[in-house]
């Protein structure tokens, strides 16, 4: 069977959609930190239908450690599928925006080249919530963090140590083109975190007072980080995706992506050397992200983490199959409706009820299978912008918080590495070795594994200070709704605990 690439493009059905642009007449001006499925089905396709009116916008994609993306796509001249799917089927569409991938390992000369050229506007990243190296109780750098220990010892200048994280590199280009006397490219952070542009621009500084102490004064006036609200769910493909794929194009895409034909963008408009005509591809281009961000950080992600630990525990394999569970669904609705909800302030016009709506029937698609199991990984560094952020609002406001307080509980719960039935599992977390401790010592009974002693396991998870901070620890309002859940989960198992919850009362709005 053929491959995608510039000379099968034509092949490709008619049916199907591809760029309306030249491909050959057009441009890198993003470098893109991080190329997984979730940018290649987001910023990707937005910058695919910028590329017809401005082609200078192309990206250049960066992986920076593993080259399976490369490996992917380069016999493929950077084309991929992207395959909405949804109850009515699966829509295919070629995109075209990504030029080239570089892996930075390997080529770091390439990259720093790709960084400091003028041309380059826009450093655009979506490396995952830990990928930024920070402490998420806090929001600062983790100075300790092995991989910037490793970037603040190493000296990149077109040969020696290259950076390893993000940071490194971001903050090695920024320096580099101040040194040339190139304006710095503007930092579009695409991932999860609060306040995402304020958040990235406060770590980068913390790594330029450690590497670079003279240029911070410039660094603290220059740069630009606008915030911005990510949207779009896009499970891991799966090789029974590349199959219908290829049946669907007549030949083969070594790495598709899939997402739901709901796609969210909201950008903070502050771009000070240009950026595409994002506003006239449905991007919301505005002053204040912060509210958006705030709604779907709490309501979509709060939900789907609850809804992952939750619904792991109790067996459900995706969202989907979450959703078919009367009682789960009844109680994320009431999760949103009365503990979220209440703690948004948007502007005039945003109906959050309707948007809430909206998001149980995005869960509920029986097309997209998005599993439980890779919402549920890095809980640690997700936590505190999913729910403790709404938790701590509430307790301010003398609200209560049950169901935020049994999604960290399931968190927990899921965080010992052993299932309901008393298997052990890998937990993907930065955190990981100090949970397999604290849940050795919440053990029952060593020869049962899967049984812990609820209230010991909640106050050694209680001492990360990393993701609880020291407030929440301290106030009994907390802990107390949180050793409730755990200790019912524990003893019930989360299908009965579920079950409960469901029928807690309160205003649904
Ligand atoms: C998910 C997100 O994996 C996760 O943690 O909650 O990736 C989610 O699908 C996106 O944020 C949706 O925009």
Not at 20 to 33: E, K, N, P
Not at 127 to 150: F, N, Q, S, W
Request: include cysteine; aromatic fraction near 6%; charged fraction near 20%.
């Amino acid at each position: 069977m053929a491959r995608l690439s510039n000379d099968t493009l034509g092949a490709v059905p008619e049916t199907i959609g591809k760029p309306d642009y030249d491909r050959a007449q057009t441009s890198t001006g993003i470098v893109h930190l991080g190329i997984g499925a979730f940018h290649r089905g987001h910023l990707a396709v937005y910058i695919d239908e910028c590329l017809a009116g401005d082609p200078s916008w192309a990206i250049c994609g960066v992986s920076l450690r593993s080259p399976r993306t490369r490996d992917a796509l380069a016999p493929q001249d950077g084309l991929y599928t992207l395959g909405v799917q949804s109850a009515a089927g699966l829509k295919p569409r070629i995109i075209g925006s990504v030029k080239e991938v570089l892996v930075a390992p390997e080529e770091p000369q390439a990259l720093l080249e790709r960084l400091t050229d003028p041309s380059t506007r826009i450093v655009s990243l979506t490396v995952t919530e830990k990928g930024y190296c920070h402490d998420p109780a806090t929001g600062r750098l983790k100075a300790d963090h092995p991989d910037i220990l490793h970037d603040l010892a190493a000296n990149f200048a077109g040969a020696g140590e290259a950076p390893i994280s993000a940071i490194g590199w971001l903050w090695l280009g920024l320096a580099a083109r101040h040194e040339q006397g190139i304006p710095p490219f503007t930092v579009l952070c695409c991932d999860n975190l609060p306040a995402n542009g304020a958040t990235v621009r406060q770590v980068v500084l913390d790594y330029a007072v450690l590497k670079d102490p003279d240029k911070v004064a410039w660094a603290t006036d220059a740069l630009a980080f606008p915030s911005t609200m990510v949207d779009r769910i896009v499970p891991a493909t799966t090789d029974h995706d590349r199959a219908m794929l290829a049946a669907a194009l007549g030949m083969e895409d070594a790495w598709p992506v899939m997402a739901e034909p709901f796609s969210q963008f909201v950008v903070q408009d502050h771009f000070p050397i240009g950026r595409p005509d994002l506003d006239t591809v449905g991007v919301t281009m505005t002053q204040d992200v912060e509210p958006f961000e705030a709604m779907k950080l709490r309501m979509l992600n709060g939900s789907h983490s609850t809804l992952a630990y939750l619904g792991w525990l109790a067996g459900h394999e995706t969202v989907a199959d979450t959703m078919t569970d009367a009682s789960l669904r009844r109680l994320i609705s009431d999760l949103m409706g009365s503990e979220i909800i209440p703690t948004l302030s948007m502007p005039y016009g945003v109906d959050l009820p309707a948007y809430r709506d909206v998001l149980l029937e995005r869960f509920a698609n029986p097309a997209l299978k998005h599993k439980t199991f890779q919402i549920a990984m890095d809980g640690s560094q997700k936590l505190p912008q999913r729910l403790l952020g709404t938790i701590r609002d509430r307790l301010s406001d003398g609200q209560s918080i049950d169901r935020l307080a049994l999604g960290v509980a399931a968190w927990i719960r899921f965080a010992t590495g052993q299932d309901e039935a008393g298997a052990s599992f890998e937990v993907q977390d930065p955190l990981a070795d100090e949970f397999a401790i604290l849940a050795s010592d919440a053990a029952i009974d060593k020869d049962q594994p899967g049984r812990f002693d609820a209230d010991r396991l909640a106050s050694g998870f209680f001492g990360l200070n990393a993701v609880f901070g020291d407030d929440l620890p301290a106030e009994e309002r907390f802990r107390g709704p949180v050793i409730v859940a755990l200790r019912m989960l524990c003893e019930k198992g989360a299908r009965e605990t579920i079950a409960t919850y469901s029928k807690l009362g309160g205003p649904a709005l």
